[in-house]
């Protein structure tokens, strides 16, 4: 399989590139500290065509691939994870809108999210639903006004907590899972939830320990009505929905991964060069450098199993299994190589003045989130086991 880097790879990297350098990198210390996100970056994004990268051009996108897409988000993880989060975050959310929004919910909501102006998000966990989505107890009642009521036609009230909503306190559009039915995924259905619509109010922000800039919030539903309009698909595919978007989003978090670590070996390679110990650079000593060609070797490993995943996706082919893998592996390579770069730096490592403490902290989210890695490991030996064609 062939992942020639392509004219139009390349200029997406280096625009990336760009950005991180000229916008983030002078008010990242700060803006870490006082855990501040900043939405008119992300609206810059959207000016350079940042935001909406595998979007097709019909709703506004820049009709590339999901190759392209990883390609830009390495470069903005490796500068902040908590903006490259944002922009694929609200990425997944243009993705679901156009693959199961009707053509109403298109026109009205992904344009501005496509272009940075508005900020999505996506919310399925909750406090007794984390790896077990399917057991999730927010619920969506479905009601129908009468002649005559103030009510409008056919609404729902949603009532539940939902729990680990990146950014769901700036975003404008939520695509939120629900109960519509008995137990279980057949059960689930899926919505498109507007900010500062009555009835919905946000719980707590999370105090973390990386990731910072962006916020994780606790998002509460007290008699919220929503119009039967803003069903996504139909009642009781709201799982297939949330586990088709993790797929997806499985990519991407691989892609972070990848751009955490690549920063950190970089800063990592030029310490080497640079301390010198017993009168020679620490380069020169075996442990050292031994230890810089295991971290690039699984850097490199790690960012092909996101490029397949990606390039398998770009074609239409199935791509849970690869998805899961390139997640799998990219953050666990990604927490080893951050924790080995703070060896290199020794106790320089461990202070803020230098940033692979920073990109050590980032790092472990990522083998929790849009699956745990326990989960993923599950997907993988399901499949290896139920799979009859896996070795033809």
Same mark, same amino acid.
């Given at each position: ?133 399917? $057991? ?250 139920? $799979? ?5």
């Amino acid at each position: 399989m062939n992942f020639e880097v392509t004219s139009v790879q390349k200029e997406l990297r280096a625009l990336a590139r760009k950005f991180v350098e000229k916008e983030l990198i002078p008010i990242l210390e700060e803006d870490e500290k006082a855990e501040r996100f900043r939405p008119e970056l992300i609206e810059k994004l959207g000016e350079l065509g940042l935001t909406s990268i595998p979007l097709a051009e019909a709703y506004g996108g820049s009709g590339l691939g999901y190759l392209e897409y990883v390609v830009a988000l390495e470069e903005l993880a490796g500068g902040n994870m908590g903006y490259a989060i944002s922009v694929s975050v609200t990425g997944l959310t243009q993705l679901i809108l156009a693959e199961f929004g009707n053509e109403e919910q298109q026109k009205k909501y992904i344009p501005p999210l496509a272009q940075g102006k508005a900020i999505g998000a996506f919310s399925l966990s909750e406090a007794f639903s984390g790896s077990d989505a399917a $057991s999730l107890r927010t619920v969506a009642k479905k009601y129908s006004g009468k002649p005559g009521s103030s009510q409008p036609g056919d609404h729902y009230i949603l009532n539940g907590t939902k729990l680990w909503c990146t950014q769901g306190d700036i975003a404008e559009t939520l695509i939120v899972m629900a109960r519509t039915g008995g137990p279980g995924p057949a059960g689930i259905s899926a919505f498109i939830v507007e900010k500062g619509t009555p009835g919905f109010t946000l719980g707590k922000r999370e105090k973390k320990m990386g990731i910072r800039t962006s916020h994780t919030m606790e998002l509460v539903f007290q008699d919220m009505m929503i119009p039967a309009a803003n069903l996504l698909s139909k009642e009781g595919d709201g799982f297939k929905i949330a586990m088709s978007a993790l797929d997806s989003g499985r990519i991407t978090i691989g892609a972070g991964a990848v751009g955490i670590a690549q920063s950190a070996l970089r800063v990592a390679v030029n310490h080497a060069r640079e301390r010198e110990q017993f009168g020679k650079p620490i380069s020169s000593f075996q442990g050292v450098s031994f230890l810089l060609a295991d971290m690039a070797t699984q850097l490199d490993a790690a960012r092909f199993l996101v490029y397949r995943a990606a390039w398998l996706r770009d074609r239409q082919l199935p791509y849970r299994q690869e998805a899961a893998m390139a997640k799998l592996f990219a953050t666990d390579m990604a927490m080893r190589v951050t924790t080995d770069a703070v060896q290199i730096l020794g106790g320089s490592g461990y202070t803020e003045d230098f940033p692979v403490e920073r990109y050590m902290r980032e790092a472990k989210v990522l083998q929790i989130v849009e699956g745990t890695n326990q989960i993923q490991r599950m997907i993988i030996g399901r499949n290896l086991t139920e $799979s009859s064609s896996l070795w033809q």
